[in-house]
């Protein structure tokens, strides 16, 4: 039988890929806390998702997910909003990121235009 830790993970942007990333670890037992500049889509998610089994939670700021999260996973359209959520006022820098701070950044790489 596999075992592994339950996790305190933070999704940011939750388009098709962060919200069914979020969602999976939710339902597996991890505490995930999820963040996305269109709140609309954070609602839609947990209204859907929440049903007391699920361990959904919202973040208003990026901030906010790293001071209580192991690990980042990012799921965000292109470079420019990855150093959005990291680097700018009230984002992922300013927490107390250590070396055993995990980042795993995802970019969309099939744009329709």
């Known amino acids: 039988m596999f075992s592994y830790n339950?996790?305190?993970v933070c999704?940011?942007?939750?388009g098709m890929m962060g919200s069914q990333i979020a969602l999976r670890l939710a339902l597996k037992g991890h505490k995930v806390t999820v963040f996305n500049r269109d709140t609309s889509k954070i609602e839609k998610l947990l209204a859907q998702h929440t049903n007391g089994t699920t361990n959904l939670k919202m973040a208003h700021k990026p901030k906010e997910l790293a001071e209580t999260s192991d690990i980042a996973i990012i799921c965000v359209k292109?470079?420019?909003a990855i150093t959005n959520v990291s680097f700018m006022t009230g984002r992922l820098i300013e927490t107390q990121i250590s070396s055993s701070?995990?980042?795993v950044p995802f970019r969309q790489t099939n744009?329709?235009?």
Do not use: T
């Open 101 to 103: 701070y995990n980042v």
């Open 11 to 14: 999704v940011i942007g939750l």
């Open 111 to 113: 744009q329709v235009k």
């Open 78 to 80: 292109d470079y420019r």
């Open 6 to 8: 339950i996790l305190n």
